[in-house]
C-alpha cells in the first residue's frame, strides 16, 4: 500500500541543536517533495520544495535532502531557536498519478527548549 | 500583499445542516485546492480548480460535499446534511499555476458538527 510516514513521536532539543525530521514513502515515485510549516489554529506555510533529481536543498538554516534510492527526505534546522517550535509536514506530488495533488503526512511535532 | 482568506473562521453546525465555506485565493492565482484536516492528521486532499473548471474532484468524500469556482477567483465548498464525521478544519490553499508546486494556504474554517 502507499503511504507516507513522519517522526510519529514529538521531537524535544535544546536550543542551537539541529533538529532532523524524517519523511518516509513507500509505493510513491515522487516528482517532488515540499516541506511544509504549519503554527497551531494556521494554514501550512510553505518551505522548501526537493525535485526527484536533487539531492540537497538549503535555504538558510534549513536542509532538506531526497534520496530516492531509500525512499526518504531529511529535514534539518541547524542553530534551532524556540521560535522553530511548530509542527513540519512532509507532502509529495507522485508522478504516477495527477502531480497537481500533493500527498501529505502526518506531520511531526518540534519544540525547541531555551 | 494580502494571502488567501477564508470564512467564516469557526463554523459550528447542527447534524443534518447545509454549510457553505468560502475562499478568498491570492489575486492572480489560477489555481485552487481544498483539504480536509482532521486533528493531528497531515492535510487531506479534496479537490482542486484551474481557473473555474474543476479538474479533479476524487478526494471529495461522498456526494454530500460539492465545490464550486464559478468566475474562477472565490470559491465556495458547500457541504449538504452535515455529519459529525465532517468536523474538521477546511483548508483552502492556491497558487500561482496548476503543478502542485508551492501552494499557498488559507488559515482554515474549522468546522464542528454537533
Known amino acids: 500500500s502507499q503511504k507516507i510516514e513522519q517522526n510519529s513521536e514529538a521531537l524535544n532539543i535544546q536550543e542551537g541543536k539541529t533538529a532532523t525530521l524524517t519523511c518516509n514513502y513507500t509505493?510513491?515515485?515522487?516528482?517532488?517533495l515540499q516541506w511544509y510549516r504549519q503554527d497551531p489554529g494556521r494554514g501550512p506555510v510553505f518551505l522548501l520544495l526537493?525535485?526527484?533529481n536533487e539531492k540537497e536543498k538549503r535555504k538558510e538554516r534549513l536542509k532538506v535532502t531526497f534520496d530516492t534510492t531509500l525512499k526518504q527526505s531529511l529535514f534539518h534546522i541547524t542553530a534551532s531557536q524556540p521560535a522553530d517550535s511548530a509542527t513540519y509536514l512532509c507532502?509529495?506530488?507522485?508522478?504516477?498519478?495527477?502531480?497537481?495533488?500533493?500527498?501529505w503526512g502526518l506531520g511531526t511535532s518540534l519544540a525547541v527548549n531555551p | 500583499g494580502a494571502g488567501v482568506s477564508q470564512s467564516p473562521r469557526y463554523k459550528v453546525a447542527k447534524r443534518g445542516q447545509d454549510v457553505a465555506l468560502r475562499c478568498d485565493p491570492i489575486?492572480?492565482?489560477?489555481?485552487l485546492f481544498w483539504y480536509q484536516q482532521a486533528l493531528g492528521q497531515g492535510p487531506e486532499f479534496l479537490t482542486y480548480?484551474?481557473?473555474?473548471?474543476?479538474?479533479?474532484k476524487s478526494g471529495l468524500p461522498s456526494d454530500r460535499f460539492f465545490a464550486e469556482r464559478p468566475e474562477g477567483s472565490v470559491s465556495t465548498l458547500k457541504i449538504q446534511r452535515t455529519q459529525q464525521e465532517d468536523s474538521a478544519v477546511y483548508l483552502c490553499?492556491?497558487?500561482?499555476?496548476?503543478?502542485?508546486?508551492?501552494?499557498?494556504f488559507g488559515p482554515g474554517t474549522r468546522l464542528l458538527v454537533l
Open positions: 490553499a492556491s497558487s500561482l499555476a496548476g503543478g502542485g508546486r508551492t501552494q499557498y
Open positions: 489575486s492572480g492565482h489560477v489555481s
Open positions: 480548480f484551474q481557473n473555474e473548471a474543476q479538474l479533479d
Open positions: 509505493n510513491y515515485s515522487p516528482a517532488y
Open positions: 526537493i525535485r526527484e
Open positions: 507532502a509529495l506530488a507522485d508522478n504516477a498519478g495527477n502531480n497537481r495533488k500533493l500527498i
